[in-house]
């Protein structure tokens, strides 16, 4: 299987010293990026409810955000497409790092519009970081494509395993700075994301794409078209598969996730416990996927999208049974995170690999925003699924998105109609 796809990927093979440099640079830039993000996810729903003064609005922080990622994955995509990867990663966390600062001040003026806006830049970070990983795949062996590109996912652990955590010390910060309350976090986020996006410009030297022929491509301007990536799919059933895949994983985890510290707060759970729970979760999404892009490799993209929805399946399953046990609620928090890091990094890996070079960048930034659109609808909607029917109901109706995802896995086998 890996061989076909290595055919259909068009990849020169380059120095591996470069790609290991590449590598470098993109984990050192997601280490930072992942704990400004870790930060916001955390804290971004009770800060919501805290401005709307609804639980209604619990599901507007996730949703915003990952529609700020929606939103920007494919202007990302195409300024990667004209000016590199470096230019595109630097300009995604400067901008995040802009809206993490608009997050302290929308809070301080009590103003929901503007929170949500700027909830929704802050996304762009993630946009950034989405990118990132099909950026570790430019120049990487057919061989080990997936393990490349999950090593760059893995970097993400330790900010976004630490991020959560840092509520108690952001709580501190923004005491010291006189800023609101839960919104020191976000000064955390600003700080970081700046400083990702200044590994990014210094570092990324020589460009991934420049090297791998996807920057600069014939025929690039109508590549960059909105509608060009569309007609792509159209005519690969591996990419559309493997696209597909990523939107109904994204919207599995997003839905729950963001619904969860809310639960649990309805539960009387401190912060700081929660802080926890949540850092057990993105521990789960991302500590776990160098195993993940090694198991692809070896069995086959297919065989670890299956792995993945079966894990989101048991983690529905319990906090569907369990809604009330903070127990049950973690371990399902933490399957619901290795099932999205096992879908995630294989299903990225088909959607990267099927796609002719210099198409690639197009459908990598489309692919992103759909991810990321699934995530915020997803989000919205549990918000409201919460809140007339309960956290346990949310968990058993999503499980029809994992049958979804896992009847489409079964696609990302064919052989590519582009080869």
């Not at 759909?370 to 968990?395: E, H, K, Q, R, T």
Request: hydrophobic share 55%; net charge positive; aromatic share 6%.
């Amino acid at each position: 299987m890996t061989s076909a796809n290595a055919s259909v990927s068009g990849a020169t093979t380059h120095d591996s010293a470069i790609q290991r440099r590449v590598l470098w640079v993109l984990a050192s830039g997601q280490v930072l990026g992942g704990l400004g993000m870790g930060a916001a996810i955390a804290l971004g729903s009770l800060l919501v409810v805290d401005v709307a003064k609804s639980t209604a609005f619990a599901g507007f922080s996730s949703s915003m955000f990952t529609l700020g990622t929606a939103l920007a994955a494919i202007p990302l995509a195409r300024l990667a497409m004209r000016s590199g990867r470096r230019v595109a990663l630097t300009t995604g966390t400067t901008v995040a790092a802009v809206g993490a600062l608009g997050v302290m001040a929308s809070a301080a003026a009590h103003s929901l519009p503007a929170l949500i806006v700027s909830l929704m830049l802050v996304g762009t970070g993630s946009a950034a970081g989405l990118q990132s990983r099909f950026a570790a795949t430019d120049l990487a062996n057919p061989a080990r494509r997936a393990r490349d590109l999950s090593l760059v996912v893995w970097a993400t652990a330790i900010g976004v395993v630490v991020g959560p955590n840092l509520a108690g010390p952001g709580d501190l910060l923004g005491s010291a700075l006189g800023l609101p309350d839960l919104t020191g976090a976000f000064a955390i986020t600003a700080i970081a994301q700046l400083a990702s996006g200044i590994i990014f410009m210094v570092f990324l030297r020589p460009d991934p794409l420049a090297l791998s022929g996807g920057l600069g491509a014939a025929s690039s301007k109508e590549r960059r078209r909105f509608g060009y990536a569309f007609s792509v799919l159209t005519r690969n059933v591996p990419a559309a598969a493997g696209v597909f895949v990523l939107a109904m994983t994204h919207a599995v985890m997003v839905s729950v996730m963001a619904m969860t510290p809310v639960h649990l707060a309805h539960l009387g759970v401190e912060v700081v416990v929660i802080g926890f729970t949540i850092s057990l979760h993105t521990a789960g999404m991302y500590m776990f996927s160098p195993v993940f892009g090694w198991l692809a490799d070896r069995l086959g993209r297919r065989w670890v999208i299956l792995m993945g929805q079966t894990m989101l399946l048991t983690s529905l399953l319990i906090s569907g049974i369990n809604a009330d046990s903070v127990p049950a609620l973690t371990v399902s928090m933490i399957l619901l995170g290795l099932g999205w890091s096992a879908s995630t990094v294989a299903a990225s890996t088909v959607v990267s690999e099927s796609v002719a070079v210099a198409d690639r960048t197009s459908v990598q930034g489309l692919s992103d925003s759909l991810m990321s659109f699934a995530g915020a609808g997803g989000g919205l909607a549990a918000g409201v699924v919460l809140a007339a029917v309960g956290y346990g109901m949310l968990s058993i109706l999503v499980i029809a998105l994992v049958i979804a995802a896992s009847a489409a896995a079964v696609l990302t086998a064919r052989r590519s109609a582009t080869a």
